[in-house]
């Protein structure tokens, strides 16, 4: 996977996972609601600079491993279960009517800190979040690493942007007082989502048979 495929698949990708309703969304929510926009792009750069943080981690501990066939195999194989896993859900979550952007799972009123702590600390605390990246993070990573810098560069951006579109949109919806989405159209992108993983997933699999 080329240097532009992996940006391109790591913003699907990191898309997909930002639209799905979490913690991370409603502190987005009650802090844009509280702060006015610039709590969104503020919280992502929290979340940011906690992931390139893992990510440098990841790398200088576990790069020499991560280019062992047999590890590689492994992790495409695991990672590519997961997003299998996460894409089915998403559809059934559609089909159950369960994804909205109400249903983000905790009540959070407000995070009496900086939004940019609230990123990181919110990120760091969603089980989620650790799984994602033990998962498909170090799938992509092993990917990237073909590639050297600019491949772990193509698969960050991509990954952060997604990110910051979609909680800057949620920013803009929440302290602008009106919806900017449907639920209709919310729903549909997230069954688009949940297909496109299921692919992924497959490719990743595919790849390793």
């Known amino acids: 996977m080329d240097v532009t495929a992996l940006f391109i698949t790591a913003f699907l990708v990191g898309l997909s996972g930002a639209m799905m309703p979490g913690p991370l969304l409603t502190v987005t929510i009650a802090e844009s609601a509280r702060r006015g926009f610039k709590a969104g ?7 940011a600079i906690l992931e390139l943080a893992l990510i440098i981690a990841l790398l200088a501990g576990l790069s020499f491993y991560l280019k062992k ?6 992790i495409s194989i695991v990672g ?7 894409g089915l859900n998403m559809i059934r979550d559609v089909l159950a009517g369960r994804a909205t952007l109400e249903g983000s799972g905790n009540d959070v009123k407000g995070v009496n800190m ?17 799984v994602w990246w033990a998962t498909i993070g170090l799938t ?5 690493l073909k590639s050297g810098v ?12 997604a990110d910051l579109l979609w909680y800057s949109l949620v920013a803009a919806a929440i302290a602008g007082g009106r919806r900017f ?28 048979i």
């Not at 066939?69 to 492994?74: A, H, M, S, W």
């Not at 992509?140 to 990237?144: H, K």
């Not at 600019?150 to 942007?161: A, K, L």
């Open 150 to 161: 600019m491949g772990i560069t193509s698969f960050f951006s991509g990954h952060i942007m």
């Open 80 to 86: 590519g279960a997961f997003l299998l896993f996460i």
């Open 114 to 130: 900086h939004p940019v702590m609230a990123g990181i600390l919110v990120s760091v605390s969603n089980p989620f979040w650790i």
């Open 41 to 47: 792009p503020l919280i992502v750069l929290g979340h």
């Open 181 to 208: 989405i449907k639920p209709q159209v919310y729903q549909g992108i997230i069954m688009l989502c949940g297909l496109f993983l299921i692919g992924l997933g497959g490719y990743f699999i595919y790849g390793v």
């Open 69 to 74: 066939p047999l590890v590689t195999n492994i």
């Open 140 to 144: 992509y990573l092993t990917m990237a």
